[in-house]
């Protein structure tokens, strides 16, 4: 029977989401807070938001089922997943912050469309059909992972489980919109970051220590769970390494670029990439931890998304098991917030905004960003109801479709100047269509089919990109813009604003008093001097 304090302990915690929600919702006045906070991310926010959305309902409940089902060779992905955050922040961020002010855009569907002149709305509409549909299946793993956390946490029933997450994630994300999700993830990361070291230590002191969970690990396990490769023979595991690529996937992952582009200075994405990496090392060390030692204390268990929260309450006194399997819980809702933004937003501001209403008032955009919000809850609750599988299975071909058909083309965007509308249309057609073939082929020559789908497709995608675009011409845009933005963003005047608005906040610490000869400098002033001295005062300081 579950304690009373471990009931009390979850509804608090929801409560706390709620309000969190409301407050959000008190800073939404017009469409760039709802959609990006007004681009006021801070670092430590902006990462720590960032993984939340991308990693929790794998962290929590995928990734500790992936290694009690598989064992010791499951630990690769620990390695493999450590680029993640490398590539991600120093790729993409920085680059993708500054372009998308430069351009004034909010979305990715947005930024898309602007930067390549997207008069016919194809690049738009494409791009939201693929976010809006493969976030539906992101949103559905999220809720597998919710309810099976509660229904096992708190001794509900699996459906009033799902019924609880979806409630809960569409009421708090359509009152807050950016500003509720992102605190909330912060508070989530916080949550897994202690899941990841509390419940480890937990069960050592258990089992006895690590030598004795090895030990009593290799008694109990498979021989095949004890291999580093799994019992598989060398191409067969150079099969399975395709995994790799994971790391790739992020470039594409909308929920995590929306951070990107809300962050107050992009400037600042190296140190993000520091936190970010930091937290990866953390859960992805303690995680696995939890898994072995449950293969120990809890052998066969059918439903393996069960592992983390039946180890929570086996291990950990009353009170602090419901601290952690409320957070647990809120994690993964704080991917599926993220997604059910993103998604939203895709037809709310890309479609009825950039297409069907182009005069529409921030009030009517909000409106239909909130209603895009329930309508696409509803479809990822049908789609998790009507093919429900493994947390693991459903997050990995989301996470695939979305890093292929969006990351390639994100990634020559703000690095390859002849990148054209065509070859991005047949980069986002490609990425998708391979990615929904292999998925569902298996075997084949070679095993070819077993490689994850994510490789072949962002692969085939990337080239593309590029035949696309040298097929089809130069850019509609003119070389020459495009080259004036790249080498702004690259290297930009941006940074000319941190660095003054460093100096100017050092300078009034020090003195303790407002000083009018240092704030009489604005944003647009130090953007004036800085275009004018590289001749490019032709470009909007307000755009820079």
């Known amino acids: ?26 800073l939404t006045e017009t469409v760039p807070d709802y959609l990006l906070g007004g681009r006021k991310l801070n670092l430590f926010t902006g990462a720590l938001s960032e993984q939340a959305s991308l990693w929790s309902g794998w962290l929590v409940v ?29 790729i993409l961020a920085k680059r993708i912050g500054r372009y998308s002010r430069v351009l004034k ?8 469309s602007a ?3 997207d008069t016919s709305h194809l690049i738009r509409i494409t791009s939201t059909l693929i976010i809006g549909v493969f976030m539906a299946g992101y949103i559905a793993g999220q809720l597998l992972a919710a309810a099976s956390a509660i ?4 001794e509900l029933s699996y459906e009033l489980g799902f019924v609880i997450a979806l409630s809960v994630v569409v009421i708090y994300t359509v009152m807050g919109g950016f500003t509720a999700s992102a ?21 050592l002191v258990v089992i006895g220590g690590p030598n004795e969970l090895m030990t009593q690990f290799n008694n109990a396990a498979s021989d095949n769970m004890t291999s580093f490769t799994g019992g598989r023979s060398p191409y067969e595991f150079l099969i399975f390494s395709t995994i790799a690529v994971i790391a790739l996937g992020g470039l594409g992952q909308p929920h995590g670029v929306v951070r990107y582009m809300g962050m107050e200075r992009p400037s600042k994405a190296g140190y993000a990439m520091i936190v970010a990496v930091v937290f990866m090392l953390i859960a992805l060390i303690g995680i696995p931890i939890i898994s072995l ?68 008032s921030d009030r009517q955009i909000l409106l239909v960003n909130r209603m895009s919000v329930l309508a696409i809850g509803l479809l990822a609750a049908t789609w998790a109801w009507v093919t429900p599988g493994s947390v693991h299975t459903t997050i990995l071909f989301a996470w695939a479709g979305l890093g292929a058909s969006i990351g390639p083309v994100l990634a020559m965007s703000i690095y390859w100047k002849k990148t054209t509308g065509p070859g991005v249309l047949a980069g986002m057609f490609t990425g998708l269509v391979t990615t929904i073939i292999w998925n569902q082929a298996s075997g084949g020559p070679g095993m070819i089919f077993d490689v994850y789908e994510l490789l072949p497709a962002f692969t085939l995608s990337m080239l593309a990109v590029i035949i696309g675009s040298y097929l089809s011409g130069p850019p509609k845009r003119g070389e020459e813009e495009i080259q004036r933005e790249l080498r702004e963003i690259s290297k930009p005047l941006q940074d000319e604003i941190d660095l003054v608005r460093e100096r100017q906040e050092a300078a ?12 009489a400098v604005t944003e647009e002033e130090i953007a004036t001097t800085y275009l004018a001295d590289r001749q490019l005062d032709d470009l909007s300081p307000a755009d820079s």
């Open 293 to 360: 030692g449950a293969v120990v204390m809890l052998p066969g268990i059918e439903n393996q998304d069960l592992v983390a929260p039946m180890m929570i309450l086996e291990t950990l006194p009353p009170w602090l098991a419901g601290f952690l399997l409320a957070g647990g819980v809120a994690a993964i809702m704080s991917t599926a917030d993220s997604q059910l933004l993103v998604a939203a937003s895709a037809f709310g501001e890309d479609v009825y905004s950039g297409i069907l209403n182009q005069d529409a």
């Open 115 to 117: 930067r390549y002149g």
């Open 105 to 112: 855009s909010l979305t990715v569907p947005g930024f898309l």
């Open 1 to 26: 029977m579950v304690e009373t304090i471990i009931y009390i302990e979850f509804i608090l915690y929801l409560v706390a989401l709620l309000v969190i929600g409301a407050y959000g919702g008190r």
């Open 62 to 90: 995928g990734f500790p089922a992936l290694v009690y089902a598989n064992g010791i060779s499951s630990l690769w992905w620990m390695v493999w997943q450590i680029p993640l955050g490398i590539v991600t922040w120093g």
């Open 508 to 519: 009034q610490a020090a003195s303790n008093q407002h000083s009018p000869q240092l704030t």
């Open 183 to 203: 605190y909330t993830d912060v508070l989530q990361a916080l949550l897994m970051t202690a899941f990841a070291i509390i419940v480890p230590i937990a069960v």
């Open 151 to 154: 229904s096992v946490g708190f």
